[in-house]
């Protein structure tokens, strides 16, 4: 996927602020809360995007994740969130960045 330790650097950081973003429990509004909540998750998502997984495979492994939490999400948000995921490594795929 990244081409250079800073490329990569840079990858994972972006995919942590869409994990943030994300944010299935509901924690990111505290700004004291720690920024590192997802981290985990940021490894794992990008390996299945390098691996350049269907968006059925980053559904089961979002499933995965928040059932792991012991929480319940919509399988729509997590469609959606896998779609953004996706959307995001095929943008940077098309600018040669991936």
């Known amino acids: 996927m990244a081409k ?8 994972w950081n972006e995919l942590r ?4 973003a994300f944010d299935p429990i509901g924690v990111m ?11 985990t998750y940021v490894g794992q998502t990008l390996n299945l995007l390098a691996q350049g997984a269907a968006l059925e495979r980053h559904v ?11 929480i319940e999400l919509d ?4 469609e959606l ?3 953004e995921f996706i959307a995001w490594c095929e943008k940077r ?3 040669g960045e991936v």
């Open 29 to 39: 509004d505290d700004p004291d809360w720690p920024r590192d909540e997802y981290d």
């Open 60 to 70: 089961r492994h979002l499933e995965q994740v928040i059932e792991g939490m012991g």
């Open 81 to 83: 969130q896998a779609a």
């Open 93 to 95: 795929s098309d600018a």
């Open 4 to 11: 250079t330790k800073a490329a990569y650097k840079q990858y």
């Open 17 to 20: 602020e869409k994990w943030i």
């Open 75 to 78: 399988r729509r948000k997590l």
